[in-house]
């Protein structure tokens, strides 16, 4: 059994930067795919970003690319989102996902563990 816990979200002007982290419980981490997906009010749950069990592969939303950055720390058992130059469209709730496979997919569905949410608005 895996535990996320997010954290980091808040209230951001459009430009503004903010750094979302994702700690994770049990000894398995390192061997998991994560990822970041979001979800706006009446819209569906979307990817973000993903990182492979290794950090060496990140893939990315089309729309967040160039501005969104996935890291991973697995010594810590933490994955960080950090998010420039964001943008009203950004705003959701943003979820911390783990797999226990090596790779990242783009499936919701796919995903073994879910994070509860941190709230991110970004005001135009």
């Known amino acids: 059994q895996v535990q996320l816990v997010e954290s980091g979200g808040g209230l951001v002007q459009a430009g503004g930067s903010l750094r979302l982290s994702c700690a994770a419980s049990g000894r398995t981490f390192s061997t998991y795919a994560m990822a970041w997906f979001r979800q706006a009010p009446g819209k569906e749950r979307e990817f973000v970003g993903g990182?492979?069990?290794?950090?060496?592969?990140?893939i990315y939303k089309d729309s967040v690319k160039g501005r969104f950055t996935i890291s991973r720390d697995n010594a810590k058992n933490t994955i960080y989102l950090q998010m420039n130059s964001l943008k009203p469209e950004d705003t959701a709730v943003y979820y911390c996902a783990a797999r226990n496979q090596q790779l990242v997919t783009t499936v919701p569905g796919r995903w073994d563990y879910w994070g509860q949410g941190t709230q991110v608005t970004v005001s135009s």
């Open positions: 990182i492979n069990w290794s950090g060496s592969s990140t």
